[in-house]
Nanobody, 122 residues
């Protein structure tokens, strides 16, 4: 059973940066694709970015392309989401997820973290 714990959220001004981390325990991430999702108040959970198990394939939501970078360090069993040029509309709870498959669909992910709050002030 893989357990995921996110960290790195917080309050930042518009234009600033944050790096979210997703640390895995109970297993390694070597063969897992990873996804970052977010959920703003009153909305559903949506994909932000996804990365294949080997890091060679990535996907980004149009809203974050050119600003966010997803990566994973299999040796550390940790995935990251580097968020630059943050906007108030990026405010949400961010969740990481892991699955054997590479996917942009939340329902396909087997393991989820509890989420970390990101708030971007204008």
């Amino acid at each position: 059973q893989v357990k995921l714990v996110e960290s790195g959220g917080g309050l930042v001004q518009a234009g600033g940066s944050l790096r979210l981390s997703c640390a895995a325990s109970g297993g390694t991430l070597d063969r897992y694709g990873m996804g970052w999702f977010r959920q703003a108040p009153g909305t559903g959970r949506v994909i932000v970015a996804a990365i294949a198990w080997n890091g060679r394939t990535t996907h980004y939501a149009d809203s974050v392309k050119g600003r966010f970078i997803i990566s994973k360090d299999n040796a550390k069993s940790t995935a990251y989401l580097q968020m630059n040029s943050l906007k108030p509309e990026d405010t949400a709870v961010y969740y990481c997820a892991a699955d054997r498959a590479y996917s942009q669909i939340g329902a396909t992910y087997a393991y989820w973290g509890q989420g970390t709050q990101v708030t971007v002030s204008s």
